[in-house]
């Protein structure tokens, strides 16, 4: 999960550095923290390195009428100044501006531009178009931009962003890229009911490509949500577990899934788990046993209690031998 | 100008290197020091902590990465006012240069 965060932050400076650094590979062993501290260093540096000569641009587009000042937005400045210039001009005038700007042009700004130096114009901007804009961004595939728009984006207008954007494929994937956990617990708590298990299925396709930044971005939620998601995956038909097991063992993933089984507290869920895990070879079971750590796991003391087949009875007893012994020290 | 320290910033003798005329610091390779302290001044404020585990090469790069996107953003404003100019009617054009500060 942090391998996919790291890389979306090379991504994102990348981006601020333009075209021409032509890869950071250099860059790819510093940690995740550093590396957004140097993302937020740099855009400071660039924001406020000409400033002046920005504010003298935006101060310009006072003058003219907000018709002439799109024109010259698109057809002169460019994305790249209209992002720098986006939080110099006077609020109103900038909305006014972006009306005029076709969405393909304005997703091009949201590239370029830091969210958060220009809320009062993005929060000002008409729903519609602010729709349109998302929707081009989406087409594009530009989830690591889209994030951080969720992050400063009214919840009503995200609503609105999210009842249009129909690829659950999409939704996962901008959610993992938002920064901000605490407001998208807020904003799951508005999803309609049946995005979770479409959510759930689109990370799953293509032999679970999206499965990584599921369970990443669940682990994260609040436990009302993981236990949600949890009991959603885990009460499915039996196949449909059967490939959720086989796949986050491929990819090694039970160190993310079981936390998630952890918070689920559906019987149903667990007697479905325990009849798909009954059926596995004593391998498999064994890895996801090595993935839970000291502290245990209360899906796994509920699913020892369970009957066993032979060939798995006496690993499912030695390991919860382990975890009470680990327990009692 | 130097801003507040902050935690985990690379700190150059002690305390927080001014741009120029920073003291050494004999933990740190002096090749290093110069790339680090060269990228602080790019920056303009301090360098994260974590950067200071690469290579002089690689600090090197990052600033020149650093200094070309920043030439590339002047350019870039430069040559968008000039062609800004050409869409602004005739009788706003003196007004607009004013303010853009062009003769």
């Known amino acids: 999960m942090s391998t996919l965060q790291h890389r979306a ?77 986006a939080g110099l001009l006077v609020v109103d005038t900038a909305i006014d501006i972006a009306k005029r700007l076709p969405p393909p042009f304005l997703a091009q700004v949201c590239l370029e531009l830091d969210p958060r130096r220009a809320k009062a114009v993005i929060d000002g901007v008409p729903l519609a178009r602010v729709i349109a804009v998302s929707l081009e961004l989406a087409r594009r595939g530009e989830f690591i931009t889209m994030g951080r728009f969720v992050d400063i984006l009214d919840t009503e207008v995200l609503l609105a962003v999210i009842d249009k954007l129909r690829d659950n494929g999409a939704l996962l994937q901008i959610a993992f890229f938002a920064e901000d956990r605490v407001r998208l617990n807020r904003i799951i708590e508005r999803l309609p009911a049946p995005r979770f298990g479409g959510i759930i299925d689109a990370a799953l396709e293509n032999d679970g490509e999206l499965w990584p930044e599921a369970l990443g971005l669940i682990t994260e939620l609040n436990v009302r949500w993981r236990r949600r998601f949890g009991e959603i995956a885990l009460t499915r038909d039996a196949d449909s577990i059967a490939h959720i097991i086989a796949i986050s063992d491929a990819q090694q993933l039970w160190p993310a899934l079981l936390p998630i089984a952890d918070a689920v507290d559906n019987e149903q869920a667990v007697h479905c788990l325990h009849a798909v895990l009954r059926k596995q070879k004593p391998a498999l079971l064994k890895r996801m046993l090595a993935a839970v750590d000291v502290h245990g796991s209360r ?23 382990t975890r009470q012994a680990s327990a009692l020290r | 100008m130097v801003t507040d320290q902050r935690v985990g910033d690379v700190v150059f003798g002690g305390r927080k290197a001014a741009f120029f005329g920073a003291d050494h610091d004999a933990g740190i390779d002096p090749m290093k020091n110069r790339e680090l302290q060269e990228l602080e001044r790019v920056l303009g404020e301090a360098v994260p902590a974590g950067l200071s585990a690469l290579d002089p090469a690689s600090i090197k790069k990052l600033c020149g990465a650093l200094q070309h996107a ?34």
């Open chain 1, 9 to 85: 932050e090379m991504q994102r400076l990348a981006r601020l550095l333009g075209p021409h650094t032509a890869g950071l590979t250099y860059l790819e062993a510093v940690d995740l923290a550093t590396l957004k501290q140097l993302r937020e260093r740099s855009t400071a540096m660039l924001y406020d390195a000409d400033r002046e000569a920005l504010q003298r641009i935006a101060n310009a587009a006072r003058l003219l009428p907000s018709a002439i000042a799109a024109l010259i937005a698109e057809k002169a400045l460019g994305p790249l100044l209209c992002a720098r210039i």
């Open chain 1, 299 to 321: 899906m796994l003391d509920k699913l020892a209690e369970l009957d066993w087949p032979a060939t798995l009875r006496a690993t499912m007893a030695a390991a919860a031998n």
């Open chain 2, 70 to 103: 920043r030439k590339a953003q002047r350019a870039q404003m430069a040559a968008a006012t000039e062609s800004s100019l050409q869409h602004v009617p005739f009788l706003l054009r003196g007004a607009v240069k004013k303010v853009l500060g062009i003769k």
